[in-house]
């Protein structure tokens, strides 16, 4: 038998079905110690699953791995022939191949993986038990009968050295050949039972694959739209990483984590679209020389050769037909301030069951985002009543903390609304800029959605703070008419006011971005 034939050699068997190094078991180790997720399950699958921890390890490694490689079936533990199956199903599936476009290399999105498929792995380990079990009798007759093969080799050893002749136990031969055949039977029983496992473990795979890829996705677009890069996640440690995503999961803005990420990109995209001394809000077509504002049809006539006399000629005269547009001249260069209103009526929801806190504050981390780019130090006021602000400073020459960021964003004040509480105060944060780094022309945004008056007082000193530090305020107006309206008290402060009625729509604030 060959068994016998190998009698007192030691049968290499693998409890991983997927090939690692000793850094890519160190790398488990250190984020299997680190999670407690991950111990968690490990511990609640191993107390009725006996090698479910190594199936855990498999499914982390195939996530990590850059490029993932399975053991031949017969290199594995038989007790372990069943996690093969399960990560060869894994590996085929496209689901699980999406995945580790978020995974590979990046150890805390593969735990997040292995703990994305916590239920289907756990009801794979149930439903295959019969095929485990069997294995696991493979696995032990095995070593019944490579331990009676070794007990006949030690016996015809001895037998030769005492007679110088190899004679034996026959009975000890016969229990060692019904040993190794036993064996043969159990591993081969073990292997059936894995395949006819393998429709089941297919099916469950793919499903477990599916459901990871998509809560990885969300996990990755959550960062992205709070502006958290792949780089930052990739120094901050494990746990402080799984802190972070639980509370951007579940705090108070996370149901508009798209809004978040859509005004960003959009604020992200009007930045590229700037040019050098360009105006605000586009508002026709007009006639001119000004080659940086020409519209499209009038581009195509160069590439005409018969046209292009007839634009040289209209060129010569200004007759060129432009983009006609009117605002202000993007010129701040001292902070950006964004005063967001957090009365109780910022509650309430526009289209889309969107709050009205929930659009100002996209809007308000978008500007966050136009002053780091710019250089510019940003502050976000919140205020409702007056005398009620909260104030959050992020300096153009320090790191922006995203767990700040966070706290800027879920800070709400509640109670009625008062103008004069927050452009008080960037009046007073813009004159401390100017008197510490003689910078001027900053950016105030107002963004509320209430009318209220100011005193006559307050406003001359207002004018003339304003004066003296040359700096724009800019109104942004949700849902309420009347404080946009020609007559109104924001219409006689803003510079440029807006109505934003579709709280759906990012663009309705996107020349603001272009102008800042």
Not at 224 to 252: C, Q
Not at 321 to 326: A, K, R, V
Request: some cysteine.
């Amino acid at each position: 038998m060959a068994r016998l034939g190998r009698a007192g050699a030691t049968r290499e068997w693998y409890s991983g079905a997927v090939i690692a190094d000793r850094f890519d078991r160190g790398t488990w180790n250190d984020t299997y110690a680190q999670s407690a997720g991950l111990r968690e399950l490990g511990e609640e699958l191993h107390g009725g699953y006996g090698h479910a921890v190594d199936l855990l390890t498999d499914v982390f490694l195939a996530a990590y791995k850059a490029s993932p490689r399975l053991r031949e079936p017969a290199a594995m533990d038989p007790s372990r022939l069943v996690n093969h199956q399960v990560m060869t199903a894994l590996l085929e599936s496209p689901d699980f191949a999406e995945l580790r476009r978020e995974t590979a290399g990046d150890p805390y999105a593969a735990a997040m993986a292995v703990l994305a498929q916590a239920g289907a792995l756990r009801a794979l380990l149930e439903r295959t038990r019969d095929a485990q079990d069997r294995g696991e009798r493979a696995k032990r007759a095995g070593q019944d009968a490579d331990d009676a093969a070794t007990a006949v080799a030690e016996a015809l050893r001895e037998a030769a050295e005492e007679s110088g002749e190899q004679t034996g136990d026959d009975g000890a031969v016969r229990q060692a050949v019904e040993a190794a055949e036993a064996a043969e039977a159990a591993e081969a029983a073990a292997q059936q039972a894995a395949r006819a496992a393998v429709p089941g473990i297919r099916a469950a795979a793919r499903s477990a694959a599916a459901r990871a890829a998509e809560a990885v996705r969300q996990e990755a677009a959550l960062m992205r739209a709070w502006g958290v890069g792949a780089g930052e996640l990739e120094r901050m440690p494990f746990a402080e990483r799984a802190r972070l995503a639980e509370r951007l999961r579940t705090g108070r803005l996370a149901a508009w984590a798209d809004l978040i990420g859509r005004f960003r990109q959009m604020a992200s995209g009007e930045r590229a679209r700037k040019v050098e001394n360009a105006t605000g809000e586009l508002v026709g077509v007009t006639l001119g020389d000004d080659l940086s504002r020409l519209i499209p049809s009038e581009l195509a006539n160069l590439g005409l050769p018969e046209l292009r006399a007839v634009f040289a000629a209209r060129y010569a005269a200004a007759e060129l037909m432009l983009h006609d547009s009117q605002g202000e001249q993007t010129t701040g260069r001292g902070a950006i301030i964004a005063c967001v209103d957090t009365s109780h009526s910022m509650y309430e929801e526009g289209p889309g069951g969107i709050t009205r806190e929930a659009w100002s504050k996209a809007c308000a981390l978008a500007l966050l985002d136009q002053a780091r780019q710019a250089g510019r130090d940003f502050v976000g006021i919140l205020f409702s009543g007056p005398g009620r602000t909260r104030v959050f400073r992020f300096p153009a020459d320090e790191p922006a903390p995203v767990e700040r960021t966070v706290d800027f964003a879920e800070t709400f004040l509640g109670g009625g609304t008062s103008y004069q509480t927050p452009l008080s105060a960037a009046g007073e944060l813009l004159e401390a800029e100017f008197d510490d780094t003689a910078r001027a022309r900053g950016d105030i945004v107002m963004i509320t959605d209430d009318d209220c008056g100011v005193t006559e007082q307050w406003r001359r000193e207002w004018n003339a703070t304003r004066h003296r530090l040359g700096f724009r305020l800019f109104g942004l107006v949700i849902g309420a008419p009347r404080a946009a309206a020609a007559d109104s008290v924001l219409e006689a402060l803003c510079d440029n006011l807006r109505l934003i009625e579709d709280l759906t729509d990012v663009h309705c604030a996107a020349d603001l971005f272009r102008v800042i």
